[in-house]
T-cell receptor, first 110, second 114 residues
Framework: TQLLEQSPQFLSIQEGENLTVYCNSSSVFSSLQWYRQEPGEGPVLLVTVVTGGEVKKLKRLTFQFGDARKDSSLHITAAQPGDTGLYLCAGAESFNKFYFGSGTKLNVKP | DSGVTQTPKHLITATGQRVTLRCSPRSGDLSVYWYQQSLDQGLQFLIQYYNGEERAKGNILERFSAQQFPDLHSELNLSSLELGDSALYFC?????????????FGPGTRLTVL
């Protein structure tokens, strides 16, 4: 059983469309991170959110941490083929344990 | 390039064998994390070391062990290997001891157990 559930698992969209990926849990996390992973490579950190209700923007990506610090969302505006990859959320317990979601595989078609 | 190096990149071995995976963290990072990524389990946290000491344990099997050396590189030892141990093994490093710090992942070691 995954502590963090991500949805959808797979997403295939056309270039220019918007999308939202969700990361949900029944646990409270001290921080939550979003990563993108390309095939054959390690995950690369996109953002860390720490405060409940926090919203962070990274160009066309908008990240939100739920008020109760149990869930998060990633919204991509005007997706591009370069956004293709596996998106992972990871929640940190009080100190050092990280729990990763199962991931969302995004494919953006030109 | 994250600055984290892992060797070897690929490893093929037989059931029952023992292997050692090596990780060198980014310069200045004191924390090393080990993760296992398999198709059906996703990315699972195994263990964390900070400045040579074990700080957190995840779903690490008793057949697996790790250590961090004075020069801060870390090794993950996997013994009595089973087919189900086939996976990508990642190490990540961070400067912080606690979980809010950014982790930088290495390129991974792909282990295949035949």
């Amino acid at each position: 059983t995954q502590l963090l559930e991500q949805s959808p698992q797979f997403l295939s969209i056309q270039e220019g469309e918007n999308l939202t990926v969700y990361c949900n849990s029944s646990s409270v996390f001290s921080s939550l991170q979003w990563y993108r992973q390309e095939p054959g490579e390690g995950p690369v950190l996109l953002v860390t959110v720490v405060t409940g209700g926090e919203v962070k923007k990274l160009k066309r990506l908008t990240f939100q941490f739920g008020d109760a610090r149990k869930d998060s969302s990633l919204h991509i505006t005007a997706a591009q083929p370069g956004d293709t990859g596996l998106y992972l959320c990871a929640g940190a317990e009080s100190f050092n344990k990280f729990y990763f979601g199962s991931g969302t595989k995004l494919n953006v078609k030109p | 390039d994250s600055g984290v190096t892992q060797t070897p990149k690929h490893l093929i071995t037989a059931t029952g064998q023992r292997v050692t995976l090596r990780c060198s963290p980014r310069s200045g990072d004191l924390s090393v994390y080990w993760y296992q990524q398999s198709l059906d389990q996703g990315l699972q946290f195994l263990i964390q070391y900070y400045n040579g000491e074990e700080r957190a344990k995840g779903n690490i099997l008793e057949r697996f062990s790790a250590q961090q050396f004075p020069d801060l590189h870390s090794e993950l030892n996997l013994s009595s290997l089973e087919l189900g141990d086939s996976a990508l093994y990642f190490c990540a490093s961070s400067v912080a001891v606690s979980g809010s710090g950014e982790q930088f992942f290495g390129p991974g070691t792909r282990l295949t157990v035949l």
